[in-house]
């Protein structure tokens, strides 16, 4: 039971994730959660103001069951399955983090810094909630999917097209890990 | 019924990214910083057994449940739209340390802020709707 309520090595857990993309390939269907963005902004009715949300969105419904499973196994997971241990992030990552004003680094999942309310509640906390929210939806289906469906489907089917939206996933991450975050946050 | 089996493989991807820690925002800044092996280990052995997987399933042509053959759409061709769509992506994800899959999972852990991201990340996707034809794909 230990090992269960400790944090997975990635050896078990990329293995499993493996495992969820091809259940849901065996089932038919594809490993895809941002597609399920589109789909939410065709309920909410945006097939008003473009063909992009006219599609129909019953035949997705099996996706959004799967973000509700996601969302209901996020609960079960902290809820009844974690020791409570901090995450082992390397030192040099934690004394980074310490430059930037991040204290505590892996004591909670995310960092109280951005996604605490003192913080959220703040006009910067809440730009930088919204600002990221926004490129990662804009982004993800500008490139016709993320790190669900090019970076482990896509590449598992050895698309092309995957590989491109992968580095391209890169060069962004990149550039706003060691040029932007320090704009941000450092003083 | 038939969603059940869908909520339960949901369920399980949940636990599986919390446990992993691949929700965790400090493990997206850690692997962009190159600092540890985990998160390349992650997705590394699940590329691995993905590739080795679909191929299979190929060459001894199983049939999904539904009866089809396993056939994964092709992505549409293009280069635009995957360098432009993926670098804009890679910003989101640094910054907010979580990308779809993770952000519907943390509101499950009991992070309520992460509804912000997604109902900003619903504003992006709607905006590319209406700008989908005019932009190079």
Request: net charge positive; hydrophobic share 50%.
């Amino acid at each position: 039971m230990d090992y269960i309520l400790q944090p997975w090595p990635w050896y078990v857990s990329g293995p499993l994730i493996a495992l969820v993309m091809l259940i849901l390939v065996y089932f038919g269907k594809t490993f895809g959660m941002s597609s399920n963005l589109q789909t939410l902004c065709s309920i909410g009715g945006a097939g008003k103001f473009s063909d992009y949300f006219r599609l129909d969105w019953k035949a997705q419904r099996w996706n959004l069951t799967v973000v509700l499973g996601a969302i209901l196994g996020g609960f079960i997971a902290t809820q009844y399955l974690s020791d409570g241990s901090a995450i082992a992030l390397s030192a040099e990552t934690i004394s980074d983090l310490k430059e930037l004003g991040f204290n505590n680094a892996g004591e909670m999942l995310l960092p109280p810094e951005i996604y605490s309310w003192e913080n959220v509640l703040s006009l910067k906390g809440i730009a930088i909630l919204v600002i990221a929210g926004f490129l990662v939806g804009f982004g993800t289906r500008y490139a016709g999917g993320c790190t669900s469906g090019h970076a482990i489907t896509g590449l598992s089917n050895l698309q092309l097209p995957s590989l491109i939206a992968v580095i391209g996933f890169f060069v962004g991450g990149l550039i706003m890990t060691f040029f932007i975050l320090p704009l941000i946050f450092g003083s | 019924m038939k969603f059940l089996k869908f909520l339960l493989v949901g369920i399980f991807f949940g636990i599986v990214l919390v446990k992993s820690e691949a929700v965790s925002w400090y493990r997206i800044y850690e692997m962009f910083k190159f600092q540890a092996f985990h998160m390349y280990g992650i997705i590394g052995s699940a590329v691995f057994l993905g590739v080795l997987f679909i191929w299979l399933f190929k060459k001894f042509r199983i049939k999904s449940i539904e009866g089809k053959d396993i056939d994964l759409a092709p992505k549409d061709k293009g280069l635009a739209r995957y360098i432009l769509g993926g670098t804009i992506f890679g910003f989101g994800w640094a910054l907010a340390g979580a990308c779809p899959g993770p952000m519907y999972i943390l509101v499950g852990t009991g992070v309520f802020s992460m509804f912000i991201v997604i109902a900003a990340a619903l504003l992006g996707t709607f905006t590319y709707g209406l700008l989908q034809k005019k932009l190079p794909h």
